[in-house]
């Protein structure tokens, strides 16, 4: 029954993958990756807004880089393998119950000494945050040690982090490694298959070595797409095509690495409540996404919230990141991941918290891509209407309490048909 599903499913990918190429024909290959060029626009302190713009700008940035990484940087990359491992840190001997209330997840690029982009960062920016991690007592966790301490199967030290690295660059392999290594951290790194192999990406063989080092193999779909709906994209056409990228996706990297993949990263960020269904399907265990802010014990394991680090990013913004409490909010409507019509009535209820911090004299920022919404209040909801143009929406909350303390979460969803 699955045979002739599939074969459709691979001839719309196919379709789609020629319409892409014919409709962007600068798309570089094995450079740099939209994942890279959308987060040169996402500063620290700010959301990914205006879907359209960032699209355009993101097509500008790519090209731009792959002028700028000439042939003789990949050369000097070469294939040098970082030394053989050292043994995994042995496992904390914590009690159940004791460990951290919300981990802070850090999203990481290409790390070389190059300054091309603000994405790349170089070794001694990665080693001066690994270093500070150290010194501060933090402990490495895989999201699925996280699950575990969620679900009450294991304790964890007071503080734990989980590093991430996107897309499977080379220079991961070649210089985060071993400085992950040197500091005894475990890294968490997302590849996705259509990228393995080309010259600045790791190849299967170092993928492989990456989980015999005791670092974790995620999986970043298939071809690094946007995971909504395109533009006159069929409903039906759409979920034939996030199924090649989540569910064929973990089958290869699990036939070309023998490594069980249970954890999934959303290229650009961008997801929907039907990618949610397909990670279950496919056996996904942890989705992350581009939304900065900690995650809790009870947030949503397909919606972890993670903090990306740029070359311009302080070593003093890093460390407040570490130090932010757990934003605890809902999007009730139009719900985060959702697909709605255009101009959405949308439903922010804050947790008793975050409403004292804001009233007790806390600064609150409510953005929806580019604006500042209008909105009423109606006891723990603020109620406000999203940009009727855009079809990608990124709704933002942010507040700066009167202690000190800053509260942030933000949501996605897509408006349309
Ligand atoms: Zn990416």
Redesign the pocket.
């Known amino acids: 029954m699955k045979r002739p599903l599939t074969i459709i499913a691979a001839a719309f990918l196919a379709a789609f993958l020629l319409f892409g190429c014919a409709t962007e024909g600068e798309r570089p290959t094995g450079v740099a990756?939209?994942?890279?060029a959308v987060n040169e626009y996402l500063k620290a302190e700010e959301i990914i807004s205006d879907a359209e713009k960032l699209a355009e700008r993101q097509k500008q940035a790519a090209a731009e880089q792959e002028k700028k990484v000439a042939p003789a940087d990949l050369e000097q990359l070469g294939d040098l393998e970082p030394p053989p491992p050292p043994p995994p840190p042995p496992p904390p001997a914590v009690k159940k119950g004791a460990g951290p209330a919300s981990i802070p997840i850090i999203m990481y690029h290409q790390v070389r000494n190059d300054k091309s982009g603000d994405m790349i960062i170089s070794k001694g920016k990665l080693e001066e945050e690994l270093a500070y991690l150290k010194r501060e007592g933090y402990y490495s966790v895989s999201p699925s040690e996280w699950l575990d301490y969620c679900d009450g199967r294991i304790g964890l030290p007071q503080k734990c982090v989980i590093l991430t690295f996107?897309?499977g660059w080379k220079s991961q392999y070649q210089n985060a490694v071993p400085l992950l290594e040197k500091y005894g951290f475990r890294g968490v790194f997302?590849v996705y298959p259509d990228f393995v192999g080309g010259s600045a990406a790791m190849n299967w063989k170092q993928i492989q070595s990456l989980a015999k080092r005791g670092h974790t193999v995620g999986c970043?779909s298939m071809t690094?797409p946007k995971l909504t709906p395109d533009k006159n994209e069929s409903d039906r056409n759409y979920k034939a095509r996030i199924k090649e990228e989540i569910i064929d996706a973990k089958k290869v990297i699990e036939e070309k690495t023998g490594i069980s993949v249970t954890d999934f990263?959303f290229?650009y960020g961008y997801y929907s409540e039907d990618c949610f269904k397909l990670l279950d399907k496919a056996g996904f265990e942890t989705a992350t996404t581009v939304n900065a802010g900690q995650n809790s014990k009870n947030s949503d394991p397909y919606l972890l919230s993670r903090y990306q680090v740029n070359q311009s990013t302080s070593l003093s913004t890093f460390a407040s990141w570490l130090a932010e409490p757990y934003a605890e909010a809902y999007l009730e409507r139009p719900g985060d991941g959702a697909r709605t019509k255009k101009g959405a009535e949308c439903r922010l209820t804050l947790s008793d918290e975050l409403l004292q911090a804001w009233r007790q004299g806390g600064e609150m920022t409510i953005r929806c891509n580019h604006e500042h919404p209008q909105f009423r209040q109606d006891g723990n909801t603020l109620i406000f209407r999203a940009p009727k143009d855009d079809a990608r929406v990124t709704c933002a909350i942010k507040i700066k309490a009167r202690d000190g303390r800053t509260y942030r979460r933000s949501f996605f969803f897509t408006q349309g048909k």
């Open positions: 990756s939209g994942q890279d996107d897309d997302y970043h690094h990263c290229p």
